[in-house]
């Protein structure tokens, strides 16, 4: 299973961003998937994750505290596609954004989301939100 995120960039506050994630090997209808993020000198944090029984419904999604209502994570079915629509972007926001599988054995990283473990994902994107 393969990941690559894309579409961060500089931003003003109050500004928006999408962030796609693109899969192989994987189909992300089916499969629980995250994006993290990790900002200088902090820990990796989540930001949203999907999956069956995370949330409400089968499409249901976590959301951390600090972005709710401003962040909506979405399946572009049929593309293997996981896009992360983030609006109202502020100075807080900035960091690398990675998108993450569900753990399995064997892979590198370790990290918690809505009830689940998911794994260390791509490359990551870089999001900069100032004026």
């Known amino acids: 299973v393969q990941v690559a995120e894309s579409g961060g960039d500089v931003v003003q506050p109050g500004g928006s961003l999408r962030l796609s994630c693109t899969t192989s090997?994987?189909?992300?209808?089916?499969?629980?998937i995250s994006w993290f993020r990790q900002a200088p000198g902090k820990e990796r944090e989540a930001v949203s994750c999907t999956g069956r029984n995370i949330g409400v419904g089968i499409d249901g999604a976590y959301y951390a505290d600090s972005v709710k209502d401003r962040f909506t994570v979405s399946r572009a079915n049929g593309k293997n596609t996981l896009t992360l629509q983030m609006n109202n972007l502020e100075s807080g926001d900035t960091a690398t954004y990675y998108c993450?599988?569900?753990?399995?054995?064997?892979?590198?990283?370790?990290?918690?989301?809505?009830?689940?473990?998911?794994?260390?994902g791509g490359q990551g994107t870089q999001v900069t939100v100032s004026s």
């Open positions: 090997g994987l189909t992300v209808q089916t499969y629980y």
């Open positions: 993450a599988t569900e753990w399995r054995a064997g892979d590198s990283g370790c990290y918690v989301c809505g009830g689940y473990i998911f794994n260390s």
